[in-house]
């Protein structure tokens, strides 16, 4: 890692060794004598070729930066792992897995990774930048999302589900509004894959019994802790993340999360049905969301292709052809 800072005297970058902090050198610019300032983990810092500029995002892993790749020229966003989770190898693991997970996938509606690794014992995840905001906070600014635009960011992100399990094998495990960005334009784009699961897998990264994933948006199966998951747990998450595009209430907030995900892997949660809160919602999109989130995996849809013709069908209007399991939804 380096530093890069203003020299006090003559104003050009300086570059120094991070290991240096604090020491007292001259500027090699002007020759004055200066001190190179003890800079923690931030703006100025250097990790793997990103000069950070600002801090524009935070998690339990890692916190998010706006930053710089040097030798591409290009703005982009970089995840740098907590430094108290640095030495605990599971967590690395996992932090470097997404990486890797996420390296593999191409398309326009995943968020593409230029770059990981670790510098100087620090690791990180170099990313496209996203000129926009987390759904989370889309909804906390602006409200439920009309329902024809909602379906419509629901298809791009069906169909990058789609592509990353017929093409790559890859489970995501944790749909949700969070993990979702929204550029300027509208565009959806998948992140977060530190929980994604390649089906051909077979170490876990997790200790037996503990569950992954977040229980307001998790199907009964995952819930119930079954290791043998496949897309259909996807599906119902991506169903649960519609419904809050919709009514912009999450399910099941006003539970206790472990009388949840007890309820959830017995398959005894109900939603409301979503014209509560948004009235003039179509019956044909209420059923969508209702196909998605059965409470049997084996009652959901059969396959992404599924969904998607089923989405394409509520766009136009028309009624979903997949309808009448017990679903999560009370309709």
Same mark, same amino acid.
């Given at each position: 890692?380096?530093?890069?800072?203003?020299?006090?005297?003559?104003?050009?970058?300086?570059?120094?060794?991070?290991?240096?902090?604090?020491?007292?050198?001259?500027?090699?610019? #002007?020759?004055?004598?200066?001190?190179?300032?003890?800079?923690?983990?931030?703006?100025?810092?250097?990790?793997?070729?990103?000069? =950070?500029?600002?801090?524009?995002?935070?998690?339990?892993?890692?916190?998010?930066?706006?930053?710089? *790749?040097?030798?591409?020229?290009?703005?982009?966003?970089?995840?740098?792992?907590?430094?108290?989770?640095?030495?605990?190898?599971?967590?690395?693991?996992?932090?470097?897995?997404?990486?890797?997970?996420? $390296?593999?996938?191409?398309?326009?509606?995943?968020?593409?990774?230029?770059?990981?690794?670790?510098?100087?014992?620090?690791?990180?995840?170099?990313?496209?930048?996203?000129?926009?905001?987390?759904?989370?906070?889309?909804?906390? *600014?602006?409200?439920?999302?009309?329902?024809?635009?909602?379906?419509?960011?629901?298809?791009?992100? $069906?169909?990058?589900?789609? &592509?990353?399990?017929?093409?790559? *094998?890859?489970?995501?495990?944790?749909?949700?509004?969070?993990?979702?960005?929204?550029?300027?334009?509208?565009?959806?784009?998948?992140?977060?894959?530190?929980?994604?699961?390649?089906?051909?897998?077979?170490?876990?990264?997790?200790?037996?019994?503990?569950?992954?994933?977040?229980?307001?948006?998790?199907?009964?199966? *995952?819930?119930?802790?079954?290791?043998?998951?496949?897309?259909?747990?996807?599906?119902?998450?991506?169903?649960?993340? =519609? &419904?809050?595009?919709?009514?912009?209430?999450?399910?099941?907030?006003?539970? +206790?999360?472990?009388?949840?995900?007890?309820?959830?892997?017995?398959?005894?949660?109900?939603?409301?049905?979503?014209?509560?809160?948004?009235?003039?919602?179509?019956?044909? #999109?209420?059923?969508?969301?209702?196909?998605?989130?059965?409470?049997?995996?084996? +009652?959901? &849809?059969?396959?992404?292709?599924?969904?998607?013709?089923?989405?394409?069908?509520? =766009?136009?209007?028309?009624?979903?052809?997949?309808?009448?399991?017990?679903?999560?939804?009370?309709?």
């Amino acid at each position: 890692m380096k530093l890069m800072f203003p020299c006090m005297h003559c104003q050009e970058t300086i570059k120094a060794p991070h290991d240096m902090r604090g020491v007292a050198a001259e500027c090699p610019h #002007c020759k004055a004598d200066i001190e190179i300032p003890k800079l923690p983990i931030g703006p100025g810092i250097v990790i793997g070729g990103f000069l =950070l500029k600002k801090k524009i995002g935070l998690g339990g892993m890692g916190d998010v930066y706006l930053a710089k *790749q040097l030798s591409m020229s290009r703005e982009a966003a970089v995840k740098v792992l907590h430094s108290s989770l640095s030495y605990n190898e599971t967590m690395v693991s996992r932090f470097l897995k997404e990486a890797r997970i996420m $390296a593999k996938l191409e398309h326009p509606n995943i968020v593409e990774v230029y770059d990981a690794g670790e510098d100087e014992g620090r690791h990180y995840i170099g990313m496209e930048r996203i000129d926009g905001m987390p759904l989370d906070d889309f909804l906390e *600014q602006h409200g439920m999302v009309p329902e024809a635009e909602a379906v419509f960011a629901a298809r791009g992100l $069906a169909d990058a589900l789609r &592509y990353s399990w017929e093409e790559k *094998q890859i489970l995501h495990r944790d749909i949700k509004p969070a993990n979702i960005m929204v550029t300027r334009e509208g565009e959806p784009k998948l992140l977060d894959l530190g929980l994604a699961r390649s089906s051909s897998e077979t170490a876990r990264l997790t200790m037996v019994g503990e569950v992954l994933g977040t229980p307001n948006y998790m199907s009964p199966e *995952q819930a119930d802790g079954d290791m043998n998951l496949d897309f259909r747990a996807d599906i119902y998450s991506m169903g649960g993340t =519609l &419904y809050t595009l919709l009514t912009n209430s999450v399910p099941f907030s006003d539970m +206790d999360l472990d009388d949840l995900l007890i309820k959830q892997g017995k398959g005894l949660m109900r939603l409301e049905d979503p014209r509560k809160f948004a009235p003039n919602l179509s019956e044909a #999109c209420v059923k969508l969301i209702a196909a998605m989130m059965a409470v049997n995996v084996n +009652d959901r &849809y059969s396959s992404w292709p599924a969904v998607i013709d089923d989405i394409d069908r509520v =766009l136009k209007g028309e009624a979903p052809k997949k309808f009448g399991a017990a679903s999560v939804l009370q309709v």
